[in-house]
């Protein structure tokens, strides 16, 4: 805390936002910001391969609404995750806050093939013309991702993505 000649005590505030071409309404059956839970794994199970892990994928749905583009050409609802704790080749979340070593998490749309996270992915949501409404469930898996190969080390998994909406 920084202190100013006269004693009164000051602060840092952070602030921060974003600018998109659209806003949508994204709810789940926890809100817009939730959590997903994945089944426990074994070691066997990660395995050796580094890559995604098929086993326990935990599959999550967002409901978006009230998506109204502002672009006049615009066709397709895109969906970007990004995180601090992303990988260099972007293909999982490293751990943040967890015990577990050499693992972390991947989505997919398929429960088996890694999305770029920083990278807009098609939603399959399309829009007719500026100004028009999309809505639709748009769902996608959270898997384990080994990249640790054979040096994994048991425990817990905590990471956090945000995510947001645009059309293109």
Do not use: R, W
Request: aromatic share 8%.
């Amino acid at each position: 805390m920084a202190v100013t000649d006269s004693g009164v005590a000051g602060g840092t505030i952070t602030f921060s936002g974003m600018v998109t071409d659209t806003t949508c309404n994204v709810t789940t059956n926890k809100g817009a910001d939730f959590t997903v839970d994945l089944s426990p794994v074994t070691t066997e199970q990660v395995g050796i391969k580094p890559g995604v892990v098929t086993h326990n994928a935990q599959k999550f749905t967002m409901h978006v609404s009230g998506c109204k583009s502002s672009k006049e050409n615009a066709s397709a609802l895109k969906i970007t995750f990004s995180s601090p704790h992303v990988s260099d080749d972007e293909l999982y979340l490293k751990n943040s806050t967890g015990t577990a070593e050499g693992v972390g998490i991947a989505l997919t749309t398929d429960g088996s093939k890694a999305i770029e996270f920083d990278k807009a992915v098609d939603t399959g949501v399309k829009a007719d013309a500026a100004g028009s409404e999309a809505g639709a469930d748009v769902s996608f898996f959270a898997n384990y991702y080994n990249y640790g190969g054979s040096n994994i080390a048991t425990g817990n998994i905590v990471t956090t993505a945000t995510y947001t909406f645009n059309y293109e």
